[in-house]
């Protein structure tokens, strides 16, 4: 799919300079790859190709797994429309949204994906060392922060290799770091390695990439001795332990929902508490600033100030 904007423009040379435009991609809606890390892996592969080739638009389609009956829509549709629609819409599975189905309107792995392209804009930088399925795309940012994917995508054809990952940046850095994996499974994020760019020269990035799997490393210009806590700590509110995680007092202990409420009081993050865990918002993509976080437990409210930084 990637490479039809530069094939149609080899087809038709007087295209060459027009904008082109895919209204729906994706892989065959109904179809349910069984790997959760399939779909996050084609988004970023799909994407980085569609820029490669030259596309101007592609439509995502679909934002969400939305399950239409047919009573919806039968006093405006055609017969035939109302039979596709119904069969297409009510009784099929839909498995590529970038949320699902539900009341609650859950985030699946799609939503991540997108998440991190959006922070790909910036120079390009050049990259040396990966292949044709252990592949890397790098930019700094017009702040100089670096935005760095890795993913492991397999082409149909090919056998699935896991490769042993060390990233080096060729120029020394100041600032911090975060490598940082997308979860399919659990569909979130989880950041695996934090620290200063200056112990990377000698103790150099490195993971496991899996096939399908996508990482993410963040570099920031700032230091770790001059940045804000990610999280605020507050004694009156000890919501807060010392490697940064916001965690539940005892008393709190039971299951419930956090939500964090940026300085526009809108929501900015709902996530559910499991029974008797700390929440751990270190692997949050959110925009730097001051938020309130909402905790609600056994019935009771707390809440606090979070910084993110």
């Known amino acids: 799919m990637a490479g039809q904007a530069s094939w149609i423009k080899g087809m038709l040379p007087y295209l060459a300079n027009k904008e082109t435009m895919i209204s729906e991609w994706n892989m065959a809606i109904g179809w349910n790859p069984g790997d959760p890390n399939f779909q996050p892996a084609y988004i970023v592969e799909a994407t980085c190709g569609f820029e490669a080739n030259g596309l101007t638009i592609g439509a ?16 405006w549709f055609s017969d035939n429309g109302r039979l596709m629609t119904g069969g297409w819409c009510a009784g099929c599975a839909h498995y590529h949204g970038m949320w699902d189905n539900t009341s609650e309107a859950r985030m699946r792995p799609s939503f ?4 991190w392209l959006s922070t790909m804009v910036g120079k390009r930088l050049g990259i040396t060392g990966a ?3 252990a592949k ?3 930019v700094k940012t017009n702040n100089g922060d670096l935005s760095i994917l890795i993913w492991n995508w397999k082409q149909w054809e090919a056998a699935a290799t896991t490769y042993n990952v060390t990233i080096r940046l060729s120029q020394t850095q100041s600032g911090t770091f975060k490598l940082i994996s997308l979860n399919s499974a659990t569909v979130d994020t989880s950041i695996v390695r934090y620290g200063n760019v200056s112990e990377l020269a000698s103790n150099p ?5 899996d096939k399908y799997r996508v990482y993410r490393i963040a570099v920031s210009k700032q230091s770790a001795a001059s940045a804000p806590r990610r999280h605020q700590r507050s004694e009156a509110h000890p919501l807060v332990n010392r490697n940064g995680s916001l965690c539940i007092l005892p008393s709190f202990s039971g299951a419930g929902e ?3 409420v940026n300085a526009q009081g809108r929501t900015a993050l709902r996530r559910a508490i499991p029974q008797a ?4 918002l270190r692997d949050v993509l959110l925009p730097p600033g001051l938020y309130q976080a909402e905790i609600t437990a056994e019935r009771r409210n707390i809440s606090a100030p979070v910084v993110i930084w």
């Open 277 to 280: 865990a700390s929440i751990d």
């Open 60 to 75: 995502y389609y679909h934002i969400r797994d939305y399950v239409c009956e047919t009573p919806d829509f039968a006093s």
């Open 258 to 260: 956090i939500v964090l």
């Open 131 to 133: 292949t044709a399925q």
């Open 205 to 209: 990035i490195s993971f496991t990439l």
């Open 136 to 138: 890397c795309l790098a």
């Open 112 to 115: 991540y994906a997108f998440r």
